[in-house]
């Protein structure tokens, strides 16, 4: 039986993206034409609505970012134009919701301001799958994921804690899995990594990676193989892609005082 393939991207953050691996995984998406595309939540950040403190110095418009966010959407369409896509919230995205209950409550439930319509998703096919609810494809779940822990697979492995069964996540920008047996199956959990710069703003030197996956499945099985962008390449199938590069947001900068 053929399996059928699925591109799993997160964690875009509307105007903080990695612009070059973005262009890189949407080449990928259009080479190898996936039946599925998996948005595993934060696509959009929602910067100028967040309740944490901002660089005064940034100029952040709200529906400049919905409109950028939109268009980065139709690039997805574009490249995968046979393809269904599914659009997880993330936190982020939740951070919609949260503003208007707290900030303009009696605005919350009007349908023009929900995201589906904010970000045209009808128009562009786009299936939205509601915040912290989980979806399945047969045995693997897919979330954006609600738990940080400090390296590497440590994510993953709290999340196959969690659910009790295999799953692929977002939100700890970071690739890595983890994978455990017991007396009856094996399991095992991805992190998905993140398309984001590396070097925010609101954090010092964080361990996150550029990456995104693949998910080979069937009605039974599926597979999953991650993709690790490092200094602007990654390695498919042995063909390598792209150029050595540190770009701009992709290292932390230590000064030199000696």
């Given at each position: 039986?053929?399996s059928?393939?699925?591109i ?31 948005l595993?939540?934060?696509?959009i950040d ?47 995205e ?33 299936r939205?799958?509601?915040?912290d ?20 697979g ?26 455990r ?26 361990d996150?990676?550029h990456?995104?996956?693949v ?6 099985y599926f597979?999953?193989?991650?993709i ?12 390598v ?5 540190l ?12």
């Amino acid at each position: 039986m053929k399996s059928k393939m699925g591109i799993v991207l997160s964690d875009i953050h509307g105007h903080f993206r990695e612009k070059v691996v973005i262009k890189m995984a949407l080449a990928f998406i259009r080479e190898h034409k996936p039946s599925t595309v998996h948005l595993l939540g934060d696509i959009i950040d929602f910067y100028s609505i967040s309740r944490f403190s901002k660089d005064p110095s940034r100029k952040e418009d709200l529906q400049e970012e919905l409109d950028d966010t939109h268009f980065l959407l139709c690039q997805i369409r574009e490249a995968a134009v046979d393809a269904r896509i599914i659009y997880s919230e993330g936190n982020h995205e939740f951070r919609l919701k949260r503003y208007l209950a707290s900030e303009a409550k009696a605005l919350a439930m009007l349908r023009d301001l929900q995201i589906e319509k904010l970000l045209n998703l009808e128009a562009l096919k786009i299936r939205l799958q509601p915040h912290d609810k989980p979806y399945r494809v047969g045995p693997l779940l897919f979330t954006h994921g609600q738990l940080i822990r400090k390296w590497s697979g440590y994510t993953a492995r709290a999340h196959l804690e969690k659910y009790g069964g295999c799953v692929i996540h977002g939100h700890s920008h970071r690739l890595g899995s983890c994978y455990r047996k017991d007396i009856g199956d094996t399991y095992a959990a991805w992190e998905n990594g993140c398309l984001c710069g590396l070097n925010p703003d609101y954090v010092t030197a964080p361990d996150w990676q550029h990456g995104w996956s693949v998910v080979w499945s069937q009605r039974d099985y599926f597979h999953v193989e991650q993709i690790a962008v490092i200094k602007g390449r990654y390695c498919y199938h042995g063909k390598v892609y792209g150029r050595k590069r540190l770009s701009p947001t992709g290292h932390f900068e230590v000064e030199d005082l000696s």
